[in-house]
């Protein structure tokens, strides 16, 4: 075991602030990283503030963070895929029981004992929970530990971690390619990777947002048209057209409003996790047998897969590099809507705390 840095909150209402955190030494499958970057993620702000008591109650203090990209600083003596002085990444995982059937179909995310980045038991009773992110060094076992595309940049890449495979994913599931309609609503973390990946499969991609002043954002970042969701004609215009909807909304909204919008045999697929359940309008459903789901995240096979993507395509984040100690400040602008598109830490600024 070894002591290293943290940012943690001690409460539901307490900021994040520096602290010390035990990390297990590495065993003989496990990767020990040191942490370059890590970005900021609404799941990370619903957690801290434990907006999901009811499905996972956060356990205190919390060290949110699952988008991490660093170097590898350790590996353990079975390790293959690392050495040390490698570029690797972790995402919102960092174990599973690697024998369910969900594992077996490359499905970790959906394994009953998945161990999530931060706040799920710790396996190694290192601590009561998992630790994550906002910290200069993690160790995690190698099948849950990613390989970095060396031209990309870094910054960039560690939101790929969650907002890129959670919105990948979901848009590969349900077949988005070329010559589909597809939405996008809400233009933040996830949504604007969402933007990125449509365009780059080649669908026509529609933002929907809340906001006017990220209307040139979205064009630039390649959506085609921008819809002003709170204008009622403009929604009106698009009824019956969508082939696919990714909503990425982290607050309660109305997404009758979306499933309307939905051709014949349409799905909505939502990936926002808002803490409150959201009313859903069965004869928006019914007429055209139109579908309402969810997703979470996707398995490491396709995050891989999502990664090597981003490499081919040069696809990274648009990310506000900031120091961890702003941290409590961006959270107050995630609920603001306030974020271009995602804040990313430079861990480099914690080495002063
Ligand atoms: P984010 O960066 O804060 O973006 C959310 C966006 O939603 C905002 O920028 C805003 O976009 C829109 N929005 C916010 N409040 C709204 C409201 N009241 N009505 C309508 N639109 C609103 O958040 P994120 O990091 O992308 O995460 C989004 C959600 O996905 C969160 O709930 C998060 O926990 C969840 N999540 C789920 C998974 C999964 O595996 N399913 C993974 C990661 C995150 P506009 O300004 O364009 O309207
Ligand atoms: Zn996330």
Redesign the pocket.
């Known amino acids: 075991m070894y002591k290293t840095k943290a940012y943690s909150a001690a409460s539901a209402t307490s900021p994040l602030a520096s602290t010390t955190i035990p990390r297990r030494a590495p065993t003989d499958r496990d990767v020990q990283i040191e942490i370059l970057y890590c970005g900021v ?3 990370d702000l ?1 957690s801290v503030r434990n907006e999901w008591s009811e499905f996972m109650p956060t356990v205190y203090p919390i060290v949110p963070g699952h988008e991490i990209v660093g170097r590898v600083t350790k590996v353990g003596s079975a390790v293959k895929k690392f050495k040390a002085g490698d570029l690797a990444a972790i995402g919102c995982m960092v174990d599973s029981d690697h024998s369910c059937p969900e594992c077996k179909v490359g499905l970790e995310q959906f394994c009953n004992n998945v161990t999530l980045t931060f706040n799920s038991p710790d396996k190694h009773e290192t601590a009561p929970v998992t630790y994550g992110g906002y910290s200069d060094s993690i160790v995690a076992d190698e099948q849950f530990v990613l390989r970095v595309p060396e031209n990309l940049n870094l910054a960039g890449t560690a939101p790929l971690l ?2 890129g495979i ?1 919105t990948y994913s979901p848009m590969r599931h349900w077949g988005v390619t070329r010559g589909k309609k597809v939405g996008v609503v ?6 604007h990777m969402a933007v990125k990946f449509g365009h780059a499969f080649g669908a026509h991609v529609v933002v929907f ?3 006017p002043g ?1 209307k040139e954002d979205a064009l630039r970042l390649g959506a085609d048209e921008v819809v002003i ?1 709170r204008n009622t004609n403009e929604m009106q215009q698009h009824t019956g057209s969508f082939d696919f909807i990714l909503d ?6 109305d997404v009758n409003a979306y499933i309307n919008l939905l051709r014949r045999d349409g799905n909505l697929t939502m ?4 803490a409150k359940p959201l009313p859903v309008a069965v004869f928006g459903l019914i007429g055209r047998r139109r579908s309402f789901s ?4 996707g398995g490491i096979a396709e995050t891989q897969e999502m990664l090597d993507f981003c490499g081919q395509h040069n696809i990274t984040a648009d990310v506000e590099v900031i120091p961890i100690q702003k941290v409590n400040e961006a959270y107050e602008r ?1 609920l603001k ?1 306030d ?1 271009k598109y ?1 804040f990313c830490i430079d861990m480099a600024s914690l080495k002063s705390e």
Do not use: D, N, Q, Y
Not at 186 to 191: A, D, M, Q
Not at 294 to 297: A, C, D, H, V
């Open positions: 993620c609404h799941s619903h969650c907002a959670t809400g233009l933040g973390g996830l949504g947002t809340t906001s990220k969701s990425a909304v982290a607050a309660e909204h990936v926002g996790a808002p969810g997703s979470m995240i995630l809507s974020v995602r």
